[in-house]
């Protein structure tokens, strides 16, 4: 997947968001601390860290559901604090979580809409305009490049994949300026993943700021202009693509010395009368 396409903001433009020395406490316990990062137009920052790392944490500060203990969120340069989702949402920040809001029976293009129905008429001849809902479904998947025969089947019948990205499209058709993905690849098959990787290319090359959260380097890797790396709540580091490689990312993901020196303590002294087998 090249980046030939990526339309990185200028430098005098703020980035569409931006957390610096973000911290949150419960109670007595720092589940986050000292995460500075960005994203701007036309990225893609990558949040990586295995379980525990504070991912979740850092999802739901960005997204308006807990709010930071310290530190700064800042939106289009201007210092924000987030009341609840809806403050970010009204902001242009939306939030595709792993377990998608859809109802598996109902027609694509509902769950395209859902929540958000277009109507007709007035009072009490009020109506839903499902011609017009099928034909906006259609047009703004097919913008993204997503084909599906027909936006009448339950959205329960598509992949994995295509679910996901049908949610991308969504967000991006109400005004969003920045998708949050949690970890949208996490339960995918390799073909699946490509299709989101691929989605995710199409949004940035849109203009628009994605803010990747995945535990894996490689698929990271593939579309990401800017990488945070978290562990146990703190920050490894918030790379430039050019400036980390993918060894390198994997390695520090992996935990280095800390693999080295528990492959040492695993050694087990070879018994000269029993050598192991190869």
Avoid at 154 to 168: F, K, M, N, W, Y
Wanted: aromatic content about 6%; charged content about 20%.
């Amino acid at each position: 997947m090249t980046h030939a396409g990526s339309s990185v903001a200028p430098a005098s433009t703020p980035p569409i968001l931006e957390v610096r020395d973000l911290g949150k406490n419960y109670g007595s316990f720092r589940a986050l601390h000292g995460i500075s990062t960005s994203v701007g137009a036309g990225e893609v920052l990558c949040v990586l860290g295995d379980n525990g790392a504070g991912k979740s944490t850092f999802i739901k500060i960005l997204s308006g559901a807990h709010q930071h203990s310290e530190g700064e969120l800042l939106a289009n340069g201007t210092p924000r604090n987030f009341a609840s989702p809806r403050d970010a949402l009204n902001l242009g920040i939306a939030t595709v979580y792993q377990d998608l809001a859809v109802v598996p029976l109902m027609p694509v293009w509902r769950n395209f809409f859902l929540g958000a129905e277009l109507t007709r008429g007035v009072g009490p001849f009020r109506h839903l305009a499902v011609q017009a809902m099928r034909e906006v479904t259609r047009t703004q998947l097919a913008t993204m490049g997503i084909d599906l025969a027909d936006v009448d089947q339950p959205i329960g019948t598509l992949s994995g994949g295509e679910r996901q990205s049908v949610a991308i499209a969504r967000a991006i058709y109400f005004g969003a300026k920045v998708v949050i993905l949690d970890e949208p690849t996490s339960s995918l098959g390799v073909k699946q993943a490509g299709v989101v990787l691929k989605y995710i290319a199409a949004a940035r090359d849109r203009g628009l700021g994605v803010v990747f959260i995945t535990h894996n380097p490689h698929h990271a890797y593939l579309v990401g202009d800017r990488f945070l790396l978290l562990k146990r709540g703190s920050s490894l580091g918030n790379f430039a693509r050019r400036e980390i490689t993918i060894e390198e990312m994997t390695r520090l993901m992996a935990g280095g010395s800390e693999l080295e020196a528990l492959a040492h303590e695993m050694e087990r002294a070879e018994d000269p009368e029993n050598p192991r087998r190869a």
